[in-house]
Every structure is written in C-alpha cells, then in structure tokens.
C-alpha cells in the first residue's frame, strides 16, 4: 500500500524523475524505437488491469509508462539528429542560415573573429549549383563584427564536431544535440560574407530594446557596473564582466544569480503586480500584463532553459492569483519540467536545466521541515537560511560533479550579499519597465542601483577571499551520489525510513571499500597537447606537459585543469612543462594549484619515452610513446601490456602500422585522441587499464 504521507509533490517529482532517466537510459543504451513502443502498451495495459487492484503494481506502472514515454521520446530526437545531412561534414560548402548565437569572440592575426551559431536554411557544395534543403544548426567562424538575426550565405570548409573525452569536461556533446548543431563551418580568407536578409521586425524590436535599456544602463552606471546589471537582469554579457568576477560569484555560491532562473521570474512578476495595482488595473488584465511581460523578459533572456521554466511557473502563478484557486508549486514544476523534456528531451543533460529544477524542487520539497528546525532564530534570518540551504539539498551532488567543490561561506553569502543583490535586481527589474514609460524616473532608480550594487560586489569578493572558501572534493561515485540522495530521503520522507535504512547502509559502506587507493597515471586527452599525470594516494600529482604551438594557448585552463580535478587533484609535486608557450602554460597551472616541496615518487608500471627510436624498456609495463618518428616499422615491445601512442599532424600511417603490430603481438593499444583519457590504476592487486569509454584489466602482480 501507498503510505498516505506521501506528499503529493513527492509523486508528481518522482514521475518527472522517472521520465527524465528512461531519457539517460535511452542515450546509454540505444533500442530500436518500436521496442519503447511495445514496453509503453504494456505499461499501459498494467494500469488498466491493476488500476484497483494494487496500489503497489500500479504505481510501478505509471513509473514504467513515464520512464519509457522518456526514452521513446529521446530515441527519436536521436534518430532525427542522426537524419541530419552528415555527409557533407569535411566538403567546402556553401551555407545560407540566419545566426542565432554568438558563442565566443577572440583576436586571430588577421583581425577580429567570432564563433556564431547559425540555423541552416540551405547549403551548396562549393563550385555546383545543385542546392539542398539545410536543417539543424551549425557552429560558424567568422569576421566581426555580424549582425544576430540576420541571414547570411557563407562559403568554407565544414568540419566535424569534436568533443575533448575527459572526466570533469562540460557536456558538450549533449548541448549540441539539443541544439541540433552538426558541423563546424570557416569562412574563407578574404571571402566577402553577403547578408541576404535583415532582421525581421520582432529581431529588430528586440535588439533595439536590448540596445536602448543597455544604454541607459551605461549612462548611469558606467561601463564597470552596466554589465554587471545587465548581466543580473537577462544572463549573458559574461565576456563584459569585470576581471575575477565570475570567480568570485562561484567561490561563494552565488554563480547562479548570473544567469536568469526562477527567482528573476518572482521578482518580475512582483513588480509587475505591485505596479498593476498601483494602477489599479482589474485581476484579468493584470494577469495579462503578467504573462505579457513574462514572454516579452523570456525573448530579452534568450528563452534559455531555466527561463521558459520558470516563465511556465511564473504564469500558472499569475494564473492562480486571477481565479484565487491555490498555486501548487510542486506540481506546477512538475509540469512545466515534463513539458520541456517532451519538446526537447536532450535538455535532461544539461547543467543548468538540472541546477534550476533541482533547486526549486529542493525549496517546494523542504522548506517547511528546515524551517521548522530554524525555528528558534530570528525570522529574517530564519526565512534567509531555510531557502538557502532548502536549494541545495539536492544540488549537492551536481555541484561537485559540476565544480568539484562545495562553497563553505554560501550561507553567509546569501544572508549578507544575496538580499542586496535582490533588492538591486527588484530596482533594475522596475528601472526597465519604467524605461518604455518615464525614462526620468528610470534613471532615478538606476542612480539608487548604483552604490547598492557596488556594496554587493565589494562584499561578495571580500567573502570569497576569506580562507578555506571552497571545500574541494572532485567528482563523487555513483555510490556515493546515491547515498547522499538516500540519505535525504531517510531525513526528509518518513514514510520511507524504514525500507531505506540498508539500503543507504550498504551504499555508504560501499562507497568507502570500493573507492580506488594507490598511486595511478592517467593520460589526458588534450588535442594537441600531450600530458600525463602520476596522481598519488594522497591526491597530489606530478605532471608531464609538452605543449603544441597548434593548440589553444589556454588548454591547460580549460582541458587540463577540470581533467585533474575531477580526479580529485588539486595539489601539484612536480610540473615539468616543454614546447611552445611553456612559461604561460606553467603560469596557468600554478594559478589553479597549490604546489608541494619535491618528493620522491612511488614506483609505477609505466614509462613515458619521447620517440619510439630508442631501446624499449623489458617488462610489463604500460608504455606512452609521445612520438612514432623514427620508428622502424618493425620492433616492437612485446613484453609491454599496453603502448599509448599519439596521433601527427602529417597524417596516421605510423599510428595505423604500430596499431596493426600491436595487434600481431596481442597488445593493446591506445590513443587519447581515440580512446579519450586513459587511466593506469591498481585494483585488488592488479593493474588495469581504462579508456573513457571502456575498461579492461590485466592481471599484473606485484610490479
């Protein structure tokens, strides 16, 4: 039987839940698409024969339906992905597409490009006029500056999406199969890009609002604080902010008010209510004017996932005060959340869709008991930790598999700098509506932003300079992610108590027997960079970079770094850095890590040569040859029980024919740029080799 304690937002959530992992499953493991088909009628069959019969079998079956209704949904979307004209990826191509996005903006010795995403209407190979119809989206290199919205014809070379496979790295594959990108375009030198149509009516009354309301900011507040509101107000204008910054906001937890969600959504509508009622306008048009402005805040914001989450939310609000019926927040969630699944399932993958709704569902879910342990301190103080620490119950996990790293001082950031970050996103919110009535009266209010939002700042970096601000961790288990959600459950449903107990038990103890101990190596993928770590038991690493002058001059930034981290590394003995831009290179890595004397380094299996010219080395070791040149073409290290190789510029033939005698000798062999990160550790006594994708293990004793 179903516990009657059970509160119903638990089993709207839960049925969300089980849609978005039939969507997870779907992705892991492909089936055919009449196969979800069948499972769902038998699903539903089960409801109907047991809909008075076992409230137990029939709950199991509306989880069965929503979770594959779930993956049937994704098995599509991935089957119209694949249905994408993939073939023309590596021709010159011609291309007509309107841009959408403007990705990223960087200095190039021939002037200023920009990275676009542009939604392909049609496209040519370059020299024929036979024209195919275009569909997806595709990421665009070209010269600044461009106009958004616009349409333009572009001729270059396509390229391949290419992903970095390396734990800790955002999940780009995902986002660009929700945004159905499929190639990457360049425009070719001194190749005129034409515009073939202006932006459309709506595009231009959005940009020339944009436009007008940024300026105005700047007017006031100058060209220092302007972003930084703009920023809070509509997400975006990341590339405008003040040096260090975003650091800042993410050491004390308040990254998120950078980008819209649902509290920018509360504070719009709150405003508008407030202003509707001034003006004495009735329950329906009040209602309209809400939800008017709601769309109108939505298209300035981009419609990003959390926005048209929370805009969903925000009207059913609007919606409930006209008809004065009660607003369940918890199924409204649960609705607005299924509908932006079923419309674009890949959105289950992305951070800040699972950020959003698992903060809001944290405040729907457990506000009440957290306060009720607050109960005996004051009641602003009360109200200010119980949303706080309401919202992260269930992000904790994701915050470190995300930034692996917990923010110590969040508490006392959304007690001192959060309301005034609020109080000044309230005045920016009422600055910009009075903006289309009384200019006057906006600068007015902007003029009061000003030293609020400059106290903000001051007070949130000076939190964040604090020492110990982050509690860093690296990526948790899959046990121990399911222990910490067991864990809340045990606190927080009573009606489950008792049936999770050993459960939760078994998961933490494995958690902690299970989890890997002794020195390991691990091989990044890094493009064309090389870099290998030897990662110790106590976490520090030693690390061999050889840096390419091909690659990003920030690779280690944004590959190395995140890479490490995940591991759980973020203390250094030892960094050798070779090749071209070493000094920068070395100048990034000791800006994201702590440095230790020298110590002397445990003993491996592994060995890591800079050609394959030499002598190889005896024994069962695990050997990275950062170069085939000079290779005969015939020796091999048959007693290795692994041999990493890298690819070359000039092309695979050495790479295939070391492949090929690897084979011959029945030795594995591996390459970053193929198999992604790979990792030498010791398990149980034995050595085992694992890929991004797969693992495999060696029985290796006592090396």
Same mark, same amino acid.
């Given at each position: 039987m179903m516990g009657h304690n059970i509160k119903p937002e638990w089993v709207s959530l839960s049925l969300v839940l089980a849609l978005a992992t039939g969507m997870i499953l779907a992705d892991a493991f492909t089936l055919p698409l009449i196969l979800w088909l069948f499972i769902f009628w038998l699903a539903l069959l089960g409801i109907f024969f047991f809909r008075s019969r076992s409230r137990v079998v029939l709950a199991v079956c509306l989880f069965l339906v929503a979770l594959v209704l779930g993956a049937g949904r994704l098995?599509?979307?991935?089957?119209?992905?694949?249905?994408?004209?993939?073939?023309?990826?590596?021709?010159?191509?011609?291309?007509? @597409?309107?841009?959408?996005?403007?990705?990223?903006?960087?200095?190039?010795?021939?002037?200023?490009?920009?990275?676009?995403?542009?939604?392909?209407?049609?496209?040519?190979?370059? @020299?024929?006029?036979?024209? %195919?119809?275009? &569909?997806?989206?595709?990421?665009?290199?070209?010269?600044?500056?461009?106009i958004l919205g616009s349409t333009v014809v572009v001729t270059g070379d396509s390229r391949p999406l290419t992903y970095y496979k390396n734990d800790g /790295?955002?999940?780009?594959?995902?986002?660009?199969?929700?945004?159905?990108?499929?190639?990457?375009?360049?425009?070719?030198?001194?190749?005129?890009?034409?515009?073939?149509?202006?932006?459309?009516?709506?595009?231009?009354?959005?940009?020339?609002?944009? %436009?007008?309301?940024?300026?105005?900011?700047?007017?006031?507040? @100058?060209?220092?604080?302007? !972003?930084?509101?703009?920023?809070?107000?509509?997400? =975006?204008?990341?590339?405008? #902010?003040? !040096?260090?910054?975003?650091?800042?906001?993410?050491?004390?937890?308040?990254?998120?008010?950078?980008?819209?969600?649902? &509290?920018?959504?509360?504070? #719009?509508?709150?405003?508008?209510?407030?202003?509707?009622?001034?003006?004495?306008?009735?329950?329906?048009?009040?209602? #309209?004017?809400?939800?008017?402005?709601?769309?109108?805040?939505?298209?300035? &914001?981009?419609?990003?996932?959390?926005?048209?989450?929370? &805009?969903? /939310?925000?009207?059913?609000?609007?919606?409930?005060?006209?008809?004065?019926?009660?607003?369940?927040?918890?199924?409204?969630?649960?609705?607005?959340?299924?509908? /932006?699944?079923?419309?674009?399932p890949y959105l289950v993958f992305d951070l800040s869709f699972r950020l959003s709704c698992g903060a809001s569902a944290g405040i729907i879910l457990?506000?009440?008991?957290?306060?009720?342990?607050?109960?005996?301190?004051?009641?602003?103080?009360?109200?200010?930790?119980?949303?706080?620490?309401?919202?992260?119950?269930?992000v904790v996990p994701l915050l470190f598999s995300a930034f692996f790293s917990f923010p110590v001082y969040s508490l006392v950031a959304n007690i001192l700098v959060a309301p005034a970050l609020d109080l000044v996103m309230v005045l920016g919110l009422l600055a910009s509506v009075l903006s289309? #009535?009384?200019?006057?009266?906006?600068? /007015?209010?902007?003029?009061?932003?000003?030293?609020?939002?400059?106290?903000?700042?001051?007070?949130?970096?000076?939190?964040?300079?604090? !020492?110990?601000?982050?509690?860093? @961790? =690296?990526?948790?288990?899959?046990?121990?992610?399911?222990?910490?959600?067991?864990?809340?459950?045990? =606190?927080?449903?009573?009606?489950?108590?008792?049936?999770?107990?050993?459960?939760?038990?078994?998961?933490?103890?494995?958690?902690?027997?299970?989890?890997?101990? =002794?020195?390991?190596?691990?091989?990044?993928?890094?493009?064309?960079?090389?870099?290998?770590?030897?990662?110790?038991?106590?976490?520090?690493?030693?690390?061999?970079?050889?840096?390419?002058?091909?690659?990003?001059?920030?690779?280690?930034?944004?590959?190395?770094?995140?890479?490490?981290r995940a591991q759980g590394v973020f203390r250094l003995r030892q960094c050798r850095v070779d090749g071209d831009g070493a000094g920068y290179t070395l100048a990034l890595l000791r800006r994201h890590f702590d440095f230790l004397p020298e110590q002397g380094a445990e003993d491996v299996p592994f060995r890591c040569l800079p050609s394959a010219s030499s002598a190889f080395p005896d024994g069962p070791l695990c050997l990275e040859f950062r170069s085939l040149a000079g290779w005969n073409g015939r020796d091999f290290p048959v007693s290795a029980m692994a041999t990493i190789v890298y690819a070359s510029r000039r092309g695979d033939e050495a790479l295939t024919e070391w492949g090929e005698t690897a084979a011959f000798h029945g030795r594995p062999c591996y390459t970053p740029g193929r198999d992604g990160q790979i990792r030498l550790y010791r398990w149980r006594g034995q050595w085992q080799v694992a890929t991004f994708d797969e693992e495999q293990s060696w029985n290796i004793r006592n090396i």
């Amino acid at each position: 039987m179903m516990g009657h304690n059970i509160k119903p937002e638990w089993v709207s959530l839960s049925l969300v839940l089980a849609l978005a992992t039939g969507m997870i499953l779907a992705d892991a493991f492909t089936l055919p698409l009449i196969l979800w088909l069948f499972i769902f009628w038998l699903a539903l069959l089960g409801i109907f024969f047991f809909r008075s019969r076992s409230r137990v079998v029939l709950a199991v079956c509306l989880f069965l339906v929503a979770l594959v209704l779930g993956a049937g949904r994704l098995q599509l979307e991935a089957n119209r992905y694949e249905a994408l004209p993939h073939q023309a990826v590596g021709a010159k191509l011609t291309v007509e @597409g309107t841009l959408q996005e403007r990705r990223s903006t960087y200095a190039t010795e021939k002037g200023l490009v920009g990275r676009y995403v542009m939604q392909v209407r049609r496209y040519a190979y370059a @020299g024929e006029e036979d024209v %195919q119809p275009g &569909s997806g989206c595709a990421y665009v290199t070209l010269p600044e500056p461009q106009i958004l919205g616009s349409t333009v014809v572009v001729t270059g070379d396509s390229r391949p999406l290419t992903y970095y496979k390396n734990d800790g /790295m955002y999940d780009a594959f995902h986002r660009d199969r929700e945004k159905a990108i499929w190639l990457r375009l360049f425009a070719d030198d001194g190749k005129k890009v034409s515009v073939t149509a202006p932006l459309g009516r709506w595009d231009s009354f959005l940009q020339a609002l944009r %436009q007008a309301l940024t300026g105005r900011y700047k007017a006031v507040l @100058g060209e220092s604080y302007a !972003p930084v509101l703009a920023s809070l107000l509509f997400g =975006g204008h990341y590339d405008e #902010l003040p !040096p260090g910054l975003l650091e800042s906001f993410s050491t004390t937890g308040l990254i998120h008010i950078l980008s819209v969600s649902g &509290s920018h959504v509360a504070l #719009l509508l709150a405003v508008i209510q407030l202003m509707g009622r001034a003006l004495g306008l009735r329950p329906r048009g009040l209602c #309209l004017v809400s939800v008017s402005f709601l769309f109108l805040y939505g298209a300035l &914001s981009d419609f990003s996932s959390p926005v048209v989450r929370a &805009s969903l /939310m925000g009207a059913a609000s609007a919606l409930s005060l006209t008809v004065r019926r009660e607003y369940l927040a918890g199924h409204a969630l649960a609705l607005a959340m299924a509908a /932006m699944l079923i419309y674009s399932p890949y959105l289950v993958f992305d951070l800040s869709f699972r950020l959003s709704c698992g903060a809001s569902a944290g405040i729907i879910l457990f506000q009440r008991p957290v306060s009720a342990w607050l109960s005996a301190l004051p009641a602003f103080l009360r109200d200010c930790l119980t949303v706080c620490v309401a919202a992260q119950i269930l992000v904790v996990p994701l915050l470190f598999s995300a930034f692996f790293s917990f923010p110590v001082y969040s508490l006392v950031a959304n007690i001192l700098v959060a309301p005034a970050l609020d109080l000044v996103m309230v005045l920016g919110l009422l600055a910009s509506v009075l903006s289309l #009535l009384w200019g006057v009266g906006a600068d /007015m209010v902007l003029w009061l932003i000003k030293p609020l939002l400059a106290l903000a700042l001051k007070g949130n970096a000076f939190i964040a300079a604090l !020492p110990g601000s982050r509690f860093w @961790g =690296g990526q948790p288990s899959v046990l121990a992610v399911l222990a910490w959600y067991l864990v809340v459950a045990f =606190g927080f449903c009573p009606a489950f108590r008792r049936r999770i107990g050993s459960g939760l038990a078994l998961c933490l103890a494995a958690a902690w027997f299970l989890r890997l101990s =002794g020195p390991e190596v691990l091989v990044l993928d890094a493009g064309r960079d090389q870099v290998t770590a030897v990662i110790y038991e106590d976490k520090s690493a030693d690390i061999w970079y050889n840096k390419s002058r091909f690659a990003n001059p920030d690779q280690a930034a944004v590959v190395v770094t995140p890479a490490l981290r995940a591991q759980g590394v973020f203390r250094l003995r030892q960094c050798r850095v070779d090749g071209d831009g070493a000094g920068y290179t070395l100048a990034l890595l000791r800006r994201h890590f702590d440095f230790l004397p020298e110590q002397g380094a445990e003993d491996v299996p592994f060995r890591c040569l800079p050609s394959a010219s030499s002598a190889f080395p005896d024994g069962p070791l695990c050997l990275e040859f950062r170069s085939l040149a000079g290779w005969n073409g015939r020796d091999f290290p048959v007693s290795a029980m692994a041999t990493i190789v890298y690819a070359s510029r000039r092309g695979d033939e050495a790479l295939t024919e070391w492949g090929e005698t690897a084979a011959f000798h029945g030795r594995p062999c591996y390459t970053p740029g193929r198999d992604g990160q790979i990792r030498l550790y010791r398990w149980r006594g034995q050595w085992q080799v694992a890929t991004f994708d797969e693992e495999q293990s060696w029985n290796i004793r006592n090396i």
